[in-house]
Protein backbone atom coordinates (compact mmCIF):
# COMPACT_ATOMS: atom_id res chain seq x y z
CA UNK A 1 0.00 0.00 0.00
CA UNK A 2 1.58 3.68 -0.95
CA UNK A 3 2.11 5.28 1.99
CA UNK A 4 2.24 9.20 1.21
CA UNK A 5 2.81 10.29 4.64
CA UNK A 6 5.59 8.17 5.42
CA UNK A 7 7.92 9.35 2.09
CA UNK A 8 7.09 12.76 2.90
CA UNK A 9 8.46 11.94 6.18
CA UNK A 10 11.34 10.56 5.25
CA UNK A 11 11.99 13.39 2.51
CA UNK A 12 11.60 15.68 5.32
CA UNK A 13 14.05 13.47 7.56
CA UNK A 14 16.06 13.53 4.68
CA UNK A 15 16.34 9.55 5.19
CA UNK A 16 17.06 8.95 1.31
CA UNK A 17 18.29 5.02 1.75
CA UNK A 18 14.82 4.30 3.72
CA UNK A 19 12.78 6.47 1.08
CA UNK A 20 14.48 4.41 -2.24
CA UNK A 21 13.75 1.36 -0.46
CA UNK A 22 10.43 2.09 -0.28
CA UNK A 23 10.36 3.95 -3.29
CA UNK A 24 11.60 1.44 -5.70
CA UNK A 25 8.26 -1.32 -3.78
CA UNK A 26 5.63 0.97 -5.48
CA UNK A 27 3.83 0.65 -8.75
CA UNK A 28 5.62 3.49 -11.22
CA UNK A 29 1.98 5.18 -11.78
CA UNK A 30 1.94 5.69 -7.83
CA UNK A 31 5.23 7.29 -7.41
CA UNK A 32 4.69 9.76 -10.45
CA UNK A 33 1.09 10.94 -8.38
CA UNK A 34 3.49 11.10 -5.41
CA UNK A 35 6.09 13.22 -7.13
CA UNK A 36 2.86 15.19 -8.58
CA UNK A 37 2.41 16.33 -5.18
CA UNK A 38 5.95 17.63 -4.77
CA UNK A 39 7.78 21.02 -5.44
CA UNK A 40 9.86 20.83 -8.68
CA UNK A 41 13.29 20.25 -7.24
CA UNK A 42 12.26 17.72 -4.49
CA UNK A 43 10.39 15.97 -7.27
CA UNK A 44 13.90 15.99 -9.53
CA UNK A 45 15.68 14.75 -6.26
CA UNK A 46 13.53 11.83 -5.81
CA UNK A 47 13.49 11.29 -9.41
CA UNK A 48 17.24 10.85 -9.27
CA UNK A 49 16.97 8.02 -7.26
CA UNK A 50 14.91 5.67 -9.26
CA UNK A 51 16.78 2.72 -11.17
CA UNK A 52 16.73 3.31 -14.66
CA UNK A 53 13.96 1.22 -16.06
CA UNK A 54 11.46 2.44 -12.98
CA UNK A 55 12.23 6.40 -14.04
CA UNK A 56 11.41 5.83 -17.52
CA UNK A 57 8.04 4.11 -16.61
CA UNK A 58 7.48 6.95 -13.71
CA UNK A 59 7.99 9.18 -16.26
CA UNK A 60 5.64 8.20 -18.96
CA UNK A 61 2.85 8.86 -16.49
CA UNK A 62 3.43 12.60 -15.23
CA UNK A 63 1.95 15.18 -16.53
CA UNK A 64 4.09 17.02 -19.02
CA UNK A 65 4.59 20.36 -16.57
CA UNK A 66 6.70 18.03 -14.43
CA UNK A 67 8.29 16.33 -17.21
CA UNK A 68 9.39 19.75 -18.27
CA UNK A 69 10.69 20.62 -14.71
CA UNK A 70 12.75 17.38 -14.70
CA UNK A 71 14.01 17.44 -18.27
CA UNK A 72 15.31 20.44 -17.24
CA UNK A 73 16.96 19.61 -14.47
CA UNK A 74 18.85 17.05 -15.80
CA UNK A 75 22.31 15.79 -17.65
CA UNK A 76 22.62 15.17 -21.23
CA UNK A 77 23.43 11.36 -20.09
CA UNK A 78 20.12 11.16 -17.80
CA UNK A 79 17.89 12.56 -20.40
CA UNK A 80 19.71 10.14 -22.67
CA UNK A 81 18.63 7.23 -20.62
CA UNK A 82 14.93 8.26 -20.34
CA UNK A 83 14.39 8.62 -23.47
CA UNK A 84 16.00 5.61 -25.15
CA UNK A 85 14.07 3.83 -22.11
CA UNK A 86 10.30 5.13 -23.24
CA UNK A 87 8.01 3.52 -25.23
CA UNK A 88 8.06 5.41 -28.49
CA UNK A 89 4.38 6.49 -28.15
CA UNK A 90 5.15 8.08 -24.28
CA UNK A 91 8.64 9.51 -26.05
CA UNK A 92 6.46 10.93 -29.02
CA UNK A 93 3.34 12.19 -26.89
CA UNK A 94 5.81 13.70 -24.67
CA UNK A 95 7.81 15.51 -27.22
CA UNK A 96 4.82 16.78 -28.73
CA UNK A 97 3.72 18.73 -25.42
CA UNK A 98 7.76 20.52 -25.22
CA UNK A 99 8.87 23.88 -26.65
CA UNK A 100 11.24 23.40 -29.34
CA UNK A 101 14.14 24.21 -26.72
CA UNK A 102 13.14 20.82 -24.63
CA UNK A 103 12.69 18.64 -27.89
CA UNK A 104 16.00 19.70 -29.61
CA UNK A 105 17.82 19.04 -26.16
CA UNK A 106 15.95 15.63 -25.89
CA UNK A 107 16.42 14.13 -29.52
CA UNK A 108 19.91 15.01 -29.00
CA UNK A 109 20.48 12.35 -26.60
CA UNK A 110 18.36 10.36 -27.92
CA UNK A 111 19.63 7.10 -30.15
CA UNK A 112 19.76 7.33 -33.98
CA UNK A 113 16.87 4.94 -34.33
CA UNK A 114 15.10 6.02 -31.49
CA UNK A 115 15.34 9.76 -32.90
CA UNK A 116 13.97 8.28 -36.79
CA UNK A 117 11.23 6.22 -35.13
CA UNK A 118 10.02 9.54 -32.81
CA UNK A 119 10.58 11.89 -35.68
CA UNK A 120 8.64 8.98 -37.98
CA UNK A 121 5.48 8.92 -35.30
CA UNK A 122 4.92 13.12 -35.81
CA UNK A 123 4.83 13.53 -38.51
CA UNK A 124 1.42 11.78 -37.99
CA UNK A 125 -1.96 14.14 -38.09
CA UNK A 126 -2.71 14.94 -34.06
CA UNK A 127 -5.68 13.05 -33.06
CA UNK A 128 -5.16 9.74 -36.00
CA UNK A 129 -4.23 6.10 -35.34
CA UNK A 130 -0.85 6.90 -36.55
CA UNK A 131 -0.13 9.48 -34.11
CA UNK A 132 -1.22 7.31 -31.38
CA UNK A 133 0.19 3.84 -32.77
CA UNK A 134 3.85 2.55 -31.31
CA UNK A 135 6.38 0.76 -33.45
CA UNK A 136 7.32 -1.69 -30.71
CA UNK A 137 5.76 -4.68 -31.54
CA UNK A 138 6.55 -8.40 -32.18
CA UNK A 139 6.32 -9.57 -35.93
CA UNK A 140 7.04 -12.97 -37.36
CA UNK A 141 6.88 -14.58 -40.82
CA UNK A 142 4.52 -17.01 -41.00
CA UNK A 143 6.25 -19.90 -42.51
CA UNK A 144 8.05 -20.61 -39.10
CA UNK A 145 7.22 -23.29 -36.88
CA UNK A 146 5.76 -22.30 -33.60
CA UNK A 147 8.66 -23.40 -31.52
CA UNK A 148 10.47 -20.87 -33.86
CA UNK A 149 7.84 -18.08 -32.57
CA UNK A 150 8.40 -18.71 -29.07
CA UNK A 151 12.24 -18.39 -29.46
CA UNK A 152 11.74 -15.63 -32.06
CA UNK A 153 9.16 -13.46 -29.06
CA UNK A 154 11.73 -14.19 -26.58
CA UNK A 155 14.54 -12.40 -27.89
CA UNK A 156 12.81 -9.45 -28.97
CA UNK A 157 10.22 -9.67 -26.72
CA UNK A 158 11.42 -7.63 -23.99
CA UNK A 159 12.05 -4.74 -26.00
CA UNK A 160 7.96 -4.67 -26.95
CA UNK A 161 5.05 -2.89 -25.19
CA UNK A 162 3.18 -6.12 -25.77
CA UNK A 163 3.69 -9.77 -26.64
CA UNK A 164 0.07 -10.83 -26.34
CA UNK A 165 -0.52 -10.43 -30.19
CA UNK A 166 2.26 -11.39 -32.53
CA UNK A 167 1.39 -9.98 -35.96
CA UNK A 168 2.24 -12.02 -39.16
CA UNK A 169 3.67 -10.65 -42.25
CA UNK A 170 5.11 -11.44 -45.81
CA UNK A 171 8.66 -10.24 -46.73
CA UNK A 172 7.39 -6.88 -47.83
CA UNK A 173 5.71 -6.27 -44.12
CA UNK A 174 2.10 -6.67 -45.57
CA UNK A 175 -0.18 -7.95 -42.74
CA UNK A 176 -0.99 -11.65 -43.38
CA UNK A 177 -2.79 -12.03 -39.91
CA UNK A 178 -3.07 -12.41 -36.22
CA UNK A 179 -1.99 -14.87 -33.54
CA UNK A 180 -2.26 -14.65 -29.89
CA UNK A 181 0.61 -15.96 -27.94
CA UNK A 182 -2.39 -18.13 -26.35
CA UNK A 183 -3.09 -19.57 -29.52
CA UNK A 184 0.47 -20.32 -30.03
CA UNK A 185 0.96 -22.20 -26.68
CA UNK A 186 -1.94 -24.25 -27.40
CA UNK A 187 -0.87 -25.21 -30.93
CA UNK A 188 1.83 -28.30 -31.90
CA UNK A 189 5.30 -26.83 -31.53
CA UNK A 190 6.25 -28.13 -35.05
CA UNK A 191 3.21 -26.29 -36.88
CA UNK A 192 3.85 -23.74 -38.65
CA UNK A 193 2.54 -20.12 -37.97
CA UNK A 194 0.50 -19.57 -41.21
CA UNK A 195 -1.39 -22.85 -40.16
CA UNK A 196 -3.16 -21.56 -37.20
CA UNK A 197 -3.01 -17.63 -37.21
CA UNK A 198 -5.93 -15.68 -37.74
CA UNK A 199 -6.96 -14.14 -41.30
CA UNK A 200 -9.69 -12.62 -40.67
CA UNK A 201 -8.52 -9.81 -38.39
CA UNK A 202 -9.27 -5.79 -37.94
CA UNK A 203 -6.98 -2.85 -38.95
CA UNK A 204 -6.14 0.45 -38.84
CA UNK A 205 -5.32 3.26 -41.20
CA UNK A 206 -2.71 5.34 -39.86
CA UNK A 207 -4.72 8.19 -41.28
CA UNK A 208 -7.82 6.51 -39.44
CA UNK A 209 -9.73 9.58 -36.53
CA UNK A 210 -8.67 8.09 -33.19
CA UNK A 211 -12.13 8.03 -31.84
CA UNK A 212 -13.32 6.15 -34.62
CA UNK A 213 -10.21 3.43 -33.72
CA UNK A 214 -12.03 3.77 -30.07
CA UNK A 215 -15.35 2.30 -31.16
CA UNK A 216 -13.19 -0.74 -32.47
CA UNK A 217 -11.62 -1.68 -29.75
CA UNK A 218 -15.25 -1.15 -28.25
CA UNK A 219 -16.90 -3.09 -30.62
CA UNK A 220 -14.77 -6.28 -31.17
CA UNK A 221 -13.52 -6.41 -27.49
CA UNK A 222 -9.57 -5.86 -28.14
CA UNK A 223 -6.33 -5.32 -26.17
CA UNK A 224 -4.30 -3.99 -29.31
CA UNK A 225 -5.14 -3.14 -32.99
CA UNK A 226 -2.62 -3.15 -35.97
CA UNK A 227 -2.11 -0.23 -37.77
CA UNK A 228 -1.42 -0.38 -41.66
CA UNK A 229 -0.24 2.21 -44.22
CA UNK A 230 -2.15 2.87 -47.42
CA UNK A 231 -0.72 -0.21 -49.24
CA UNK A 232 -1.84 -2.52 -45.95
CA UNK A 233 2.13 -2.73 -45.24
CA UNK A 234 2.02 -3.33 -40.95
CA UNK A 235 3.26 -0.12 -39.72
CA UNK A 236 2.41 -0.02 -36.03
CA UNK A 237 -0.12 -1.31 -33.16
CA UNK A 238 -2.35 0.43 -31.02
CA UNK A 239 -2.69 -0.81 -27.28
CA UNK A 240 -5.66 -0.74 -25.34
CA UNK A 241 -3.66 1.70 -22.13
CA UNK A 242 -3.85 4.36 -25.16
CA UNK A 243 -6.84 3.90 -26.57
CA UNK A 244 -8.48 4.58 -22.39
CA UNK A 245 -6.67 7.82 -22.58
CA UNK A 246 -8.12 8.56 -25.67
CA UNK A 247 -11.75 7.73 -24.84
CA UNK A 248 -10.79 9.99 -21.65
CA UNK A 249 -9.54 13.01 -23.46
CA UNK A 250 -12.75 12.33 -25.80
CA UNK A 251 -15.21 12.41 -23.25
CA UNK A 252 -13.70 15.33 -21.64
CA UNK A 253 -13.61 17.71 -24.74
CA UNK A 254 -17.30 16.61 -25.30
CA UNK A 255 -18.16 17.50 -22.09
CA UNK A 256 -16.22 20.93 -22.23
CA UNK A 257 -18.33 21.85 -25.31
CA UNK A 258 -21.47 21.25 -23.91
CA UNK A 259 -21.18 23.17 -20.76
CA UNK A 260 -20.10 26.08 -23.82
CA UNK A 261 -16.18 26.10 -23.14
CA UNK A 262 -13.05 25.69 -24.98
CA UNK A 263 -11.60 22.69 -24.30
CA UNK A 264 -8.34 22.21 -22.04
CA UNK A 265 -5.22 20.33 -22.58
CA UNK A 266 -4.66 20.44 -18.89
CA UNK A 267 -6.00 18.91 -15.89
CA UNK A 268 -8.06 21.92 -13.74
CA UNK A 269 -5.39 22.74 -11.07
CA UNK A 270 -3.27 23.44 -13.57
CA UNK A 271 -4.78 25.12 -15.39
CA UNK A 272 -3.81 28.99 -15.07
CA UNK A 273 -6.47 31.69 -13.90
CA UNK A 274 -6.01 33.41 -17.95
CA UNK A 275 -6.32 29.87 -19.71
CA UNK A 276 -9.86 29.10 -17.45
CA UNK A 277 -11.11 33.09 -18.37
CA UNK A 278 -10.30 32.47 -22.18
CA UNK A 279 -11.59 29.08 -22.28
CA UNK A 280 -14.87 30.31 -21.14
CA UNK A 281 -15.31 33.86 -22.46
CA UNK A 282 -16.26 33.12 -26.05
CA UNK A 283 -19.47 31.14 -25.44
CA UNK A 284 -20.16 33.52 -22.48
CA UNK A 285 -20.17 36.41 -24.54
CA UNK A 286 -22.18 34.39 -27.28
CA UNK A 287 -24.49 33.29 -25.28
CA UNK A 288 -24.91 36.85 -23.46
CA UNK A 289 -25.62 38.75 -26.87
CA UNK A 290 -27.91 35.96 -27.93
CA UNK A 291 -29.65 36.51 -24.67
CA UNK A 292 -30.56 39.63 -25.56
CA UNK A 293 -32.77 39.05 -28.16
CA UNK A 294 -35.23 37.57 -24.87
CA UNK A 295 -35.41 41.30 -23.11
CA UNK A 296 -35.78 42.26 -27.20
CA UNK A 297 -38.70 40.09 -27.28
CA UNK A 298 -40.25 40.99 -24.44
CA UNK A 299 -39.70 44.40 -24.92
CA UNK A 300 -42.31 43.65 -28.15
CA UNK A 301 -45.06 42.30 -25.73
CA UNK A 302 -45.07 45.27 -23.17
CA UNK A 303 -48.86 45.84 -23.66
CA UNK A 304 -49.57 42.29 -23.06
CA UNK A 305 -47.59 42.53 -20.01
CA UNK A 306 -49.22 45.65 -18.56
CA UNK A 307 -52.59 44.43 -19.42
CA UNK A 308 -51.78 41.44 -17.49
CA UNK A 309 -48.95 41.77 -15.45
CA UNK A 310 -49.59 37.87 -13.94
CA UNK A 311 -48.13 36.83 -17.47
CA UNK A 312 -44.24 37.76 -16.23
CA UNK A 313 -44.03 35.56 -13.18
CA UNK A 314 -44.98 32.64 -16.04
CA UNK A 315 -41.97 33.04 -18.05
CA UNK A 316 -38.85 31.81 -15.86
CA UNK A 317 -41.15 27.88 -15.71
CA UNK A 318 -41.86 27.83 -19.22
CA UNK A 319 -38.25 29.16 -20.62
CA UNK A 320 -36.66 26.63 -17.86
CA UNK A 321 -38.80 23.79 -18.80
CA UNK A 322 -38.19 24.52 -22.51
CA UNK A 323 -34.27 24.60 -22.11
CA UNK A 324 -34.25 21.22 -20.02
CA UNK A 325 -36.12 19.59 -22.26
CA UNK A 326 -33.91 20.50 -25.04
CA UNK A 327 -30.97 20.05 -23.69
CA UNK A 328 -32.57 16.30 -22.29
CA UNK A 329 -32.99 15.21 -26.44
CA UNK A 330 -29.39 16.98 -27.25
CA UNK A 331 -27.61 14.51 -24.53
CA UNK A 332 -29.18 11.74 -25.43
CA UNK A 333 -28.61 12.30 -29.18
CA UNK A 334 -25.17 13.65 -28.44
CA UNK A 335 -24.20 10.40 -26.36
CA UNK A 336 -26.22 7.84 -29.15
CA UNK A 337 -23.60 9.71 -31.71
CA UNK A 338 -20.82 9.20 -30.04
CA UNK A 339 -21.60 5.61 -29.46
CA UNK A 340 -21.78 4.94 -32.77
CA UNK A 341 -25.51 4.14 -32.34
CA UNK A 342 -27.09 6.77 -34.29
CA UNK A 343 -26.07 7.98 -37.38
CA UNK A 344 -27.35 10.53 -40.43
CA UNK A 345 -29.23 8.58 -41.98
CA UNK A 346 -31.63 8.33 -38.47
CA UNK A 347 -32.49 12.05 -39.14
CA UNK A 348 -36.49 10.94 -39.45
CA UNK A 349 -36.31 8.41 -37.21
CA UNK A 350 -35.06 10.20 -34.55
CA UNK A 351 -37.84 13.29 -35.59
CA UNK A 352 -40.41 11.27 -35.27
CA UNK A 353 -39.43 9.52 -31.64
CA UNK A 354 -38.31 13.25 -29.91
CA UNK A 355 -41.80 14.33 -31.80
CA UNK A 356 -44.09 11.48 -30.17
CA UNK A 357 -41.99 11.81 -26.61
CA UNK A 358 -42.61 15.78 -26.68
CA UNK A 359 -46.17 15.01 -26.73
CA UNK A 360 -46.18 12.67 -24.02
CA UNK A 361 -44.33 15.15 -21.84
CA UNK A 362 -45.57 18.04 -23.09
CA UNK A 363 -48.77 16.89 -22.28
CA UNK A 364 -48.58 15.92 -18.96
CA UNK A 365 -46.92 18.82 -18.06
CA UNK A 366 -49.14 20.65 -19.44
CA UNK A 367 -52.47 19.16 -17.45
CA UNK A 368 -50.26 19.78 -14.49
CA UNK A 369 -49.93 23.46 -15.19
CA UNK A 370 -53.06 24.18 -15.80
CA UNK A 371 -54.18 22.56 -12.62
CA UNK A 372 -51.99 24.50 -10.94
CA UNK A 373 -53.04 27.89 -12.36
CA UNK A 374 -56.63 26.98 -12.21
CA UNK A 375 -56.18 26.34 -8.45
CA UNK A 376 -54.23 29.48 -7.51
CA UNK A 377 -55.74 31.85 -9.68
CA UNK A 378 -59.08 30.83 -10.56
CA UNK A 379 -58.86 31.28 -14.40
CA UNK A 380 -59.06 29.07 -16.77
CA UNK A 381 -58.32 30.47 -20.24
CA UNK A 382 -55.19 31.87 -18.39
CA UNK A 383 -54.55 27.87 -17.44
CA UNK A 384 -55.43 27.26 -20.90
CA UNK A 385 -52.52 29.84 -22.43
CA UNK A 386 -50.02 28.59 -20.13
CA UNK A 387 -50.73 25.21 -20.82
CA UNK A 388 -50.85 25.35 -24.68
CA UNK A 389 -47.78 27.64 -24.41
CA UNK A 390 -45.81 24.75 -22.11
CA UNK A 391 -46.94 22.12 -24.75
CA UNK A 392 -45.75 23.80 -27.97
CA UNK A 393 -42.25 24.66 -25.82
CA UNK A 394 -41.54 21.60 -24.75
CA UNK A 395 -42.27 20.06 -28.64
CA UNK A 396 -40.02 22.42 -30.28
CA UNK A 397 -37.22 22.28 -27.19
CA UNK A 398 -37.21 18.57 -27.85
CA UNK A 399 -37.57 18.36 -31.37
CA UNK A 400 -34.40 21.24 -31.55
CA UNK A 401 -32.51 19.57 -29.15
CA UNK A 402 -32.69 15.80 -31.14
CA UNK A 403 -32.48 17.77 -34.56
CA UNK A 404 -29.68 20.28 -33.84
CA UNK A 405 -26.66 17.77 -33.42
CA UNK A 406 -27.04 15.23 -36.13
CA UNK A 407 -27.45 18.88 -38.57
CA UNK A 408 -23.89 19.70 -36.78
CA UNK A 409 -22.69 15.78 -37.30
CA UNK A 410 -23.58 16.20 -41.34
CA UNK A 411 -21.83 20.09 -41.64
CA UNK A 412 -18.94 18.52 -40.15
CA UNK A 413 -18.94 20.62 -36.90
CA UNK A 414 -19.05 18.63 -33.17
CA UNK A 415 -22.01 17.87 -32.11
CA UNK A 416 -21.23 18.63 -28.59
CA UNK A 417 -21.91 22.64 -29.60
CA UNK A 418 -25.57 22.27 -30.30
CA UNK A 419 -25.35 21.41 -26.36
CA UNK A 420 -27.27 22.66 -23.68
CA UNK A 421 -26.43 26.28 -23.30
CA UNK A 422 -26.91 27.08 -26.86
CA UNK A 423 -29.94 25.08 -27.52
CA UNK A 424 -31.64 26.85 -23.95
CA UNK A 425 -30.73 30.39 -25.70
CA UNK A 426 -32.44 29.22 -28.54
CA UNK A 427 -35.27 27.64 -26.77
CA UNK A 428 -35.62 30.72 -24.54
CA UNK A 429 -36.90 32.49 -27.37
CA UNK A 430 -39.42 30.43 -29.04
CA UNK A 431 -40.81 29.84 -25.90
CA UNK A 432 -41.23 33.60 -25.35
CA UNK A 433 -43.09 34.30 -28.55
CA UNK A 434 -45.29 31.23 -28.40
CA UNK A 435 -46.29 32.27 -24.89
CA UNK A 436 -47.59 36.24 -25.33
CA UNK A 437 -48.69 35.01 -29.41
CA UNK A 438 -51.33 32.88 -27.24
CA UNK A 439 -51.98 35.30 -24.57
CA UNK A 440 -52.51 37.64 -26.76
CA UNK A 441 -54.82 35.63 -28.91
CA UNK A 442 -56.99 33.93 -25.23
CA UNK A 443 -56.54 36.61 -22.71
CA UNK A 444 -58.15 40.55 -22.69
CA UNK A 445 -55.13 42.00 -23.42
Known sequence: MFNYNMLLDDLGSKQYQHLQTELLQQNPADIAGFLETLESEKA??????????TASEVFANLFPETQRSIIEALTDKEIAAIINELYLDDAADFIEEMPAGIVKKVLANAREDTRAQINSLLQYPDNSAGSI??????????????????????????????????YVTDGTRHLEGVVSVRKLLLSDSGAR????????????????????????????????????DKEDRLVGIITIDDIIDVVQEEATEDFEKMAAMRPSEKPYLRTGILSLARNRITWLLILM??????????????????AVPLLVTFVPMITGTGGNAGSQSSTVVIRGMALNEIGAQDFVRIWWKELRTSLVVGALLSAVNFVRVYLQEGDMMLGFAVSASMLLTVIIAQTL????????????????????????????????IIFFSIARLILPV
Open 193 to 228: VRDVMDTVFVAARTLDDQEAVAHQFKKYDLLSLPVV
Open 289 to 306: ISGMITGGIMRQYTAAIA
Open 401 to 432: GGLLPMVARVCRADPAVMAAPLISTMVDAVSL
Open 44 to 53: VVIFRMLTKD
Open 133 to 166: MTVEFVDMPGDITIAEAFGRIRKVGPDKETIYTC
